[in-house]
Each structure stands twice: as structure tokens, then as C-alpha cells.
């Protein structure tokens, strides 16, 4: 495989009223909201972007706030839970930070030979916080390391693992039973950031509902538009079907649904989130693409106000 993909580019997942999800993301977890615009396939919704500084790929977790979403359920064809990296012997140190907060948190307990931490956010989103000696310089007290990796749930994991090896050239990189749910692990050869998937089969016969909670799609990165393109070729003579490229303002979209149901999406690293704002100003203005400039008041009228937690 020439070029395989490098890792994942953002999560985007579901949330009901925004105040909530800025105070836990913000407040709580020290991620810096990049982005504040709208949900460009139905603008009288907030999109809202959380990152490490300037919101660099694969430390992205995106939010649409649905005001009136209903939990969701995980289950088969979703990803269940987003793991960030965090430097080693940094997760005692988040426990207690996390408790002292009323954050429900877990011992710490070993995946992969790696210590991990599980909690839930607000709606029932499931985070760990994974240590991992690929994240240097610890004692830091935001995420800025960015992804670990993500936990799809396929019922039947072999063809959704195909695509990873076969298409996106993941290398498979161990399975482990854990409490008698087997997990599969691939692994990007960039072994960057944000370059692990794991694989789990269902663990009862519940049906996924799409909700507040939920993991909505996982974007991988393609590093420049022309490479997007050629994963978009490869993706048709793969026999999916990908959507055509799709301008998202901040990086360059298409969507498609892997062969496990989940929809995964490839976005460009270029422009970022700089392209209209500046690093200082990053998140503090409803941004808002070219085709909604002109309903700009109206769109403020409807959004609720967010407060930002001090
Ligand atoms: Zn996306």
C-alpha cells in the first residue's frame, strides 16, 4: 500500500442542548472548543469542535447539539467509545481530577498492556484516556496528544477489518479478551496519532438508536485534497460507495458506509480551522460558511446562547 491512511481525523458524535457539552469539553476536560459554526446540512443546529490549540487532525471530537435529542443506545454499527492518549503516569493524576468533579472514573485497569481510565460524558458518551508512551512531555492537563483510537462495534467484525487492512492498509496489531468481549486491534503503519481501531462484536442482542451520546460517523485524514481523491477511486473500486466531495469550510468531506454499517467519512488535513479565524480567536464567534452569511441574524436568533465556563 503506497499511502495508507494515517489515522483519524475527527469523531463527531451527538449531544443534547450545547451548555452542558461546553462545560464538561472546556471546563472539565481542558479541550479549547475551536470552532463554533453550524451543522452545514441543517444550520439551525450548532456544530461545535473541540481540539488541542489550533485544532490539529486527530485531536478533533465534534459535537451537534440537538436540543431535543433523546439518549441513544450503542450497539451494533457505531462507534462506542473514544479513547484519547495520555502521557504515562499522568492517569492517576486525571482520576483524582476527574473525582474531584463528581466524574464517575474507574481504577485504572490494562488493555494492550497499556493502563486505562473510562468514564462517560454528560449524555452518556463513552471517553478513556489511555497511557500511551507515544505521547512524550507528561503532566499536562488538557488532551492535547489527541486520539488513542477509536472502539467500533460490528456484528460480524471481518469485513469492516478488510477495510481497514485491505483498503485503508491498517496492520492487524493483536486481539485480547478482556471480561469475554474479544477485541480485534488494527493500527495505521504511521503509528501517529489517532492511528489505532479496535473491534468489538456486540455483547447483547440490543439494537443501536441513534441519539444524544452516540458516535455519529469517525473521519479518517487524507493529507492533501488530490490524496482524498485517490482514496475516493479506491473506495468505488472497492465496491463501496462514497459520497462526492463535499466542502465542510474548515477540510474537504466524503462519507461512506463501511461494510459494518458504521459511516466513516475521509477529510482533508487543508485548510483547518485557521482559514477563518485566527489562532487567538479560534471558537469565540459563530462562524458561519458563505451559503448562511446571509441568514446570519435569523440563524442567531434560533441558536441558543453559549456561555463560555471562565
Ligand atoms: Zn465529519
Redesign the pocket.
Known sequence: MSHPIPGI????AITGPPQPNVDFYVARLGQRLVKTTVNFDAPDTYHLYYGDTVGTPGTIL?FFPFVDAGPGRNGPGMAIAVAYAVPSGDLDAWRERLAEHGIGSWQPTTRFNQRFLTFTDPDGLKLELIESDDSNASGTSSLDHGFHSVTLCVSDPAPTARVLTDLFGYEPAGQETIDGVERLRFQSPSHGRGSIVDLIRPTDRSSAIQGAGTV????FRAETPERQREWRERILEYGLRPTPVID?QY?E?I?FREPGGILF?I?TDPPGFTTDETVDELGMHLKLPPQYESRRSELEGVLPPIQMPT
Open positions: 481525523h475527527h469523531i463527531t465534534t455519529h460517523h469517525v473521519a465542510r477540510f468531506a462519507y467519512e477529510a
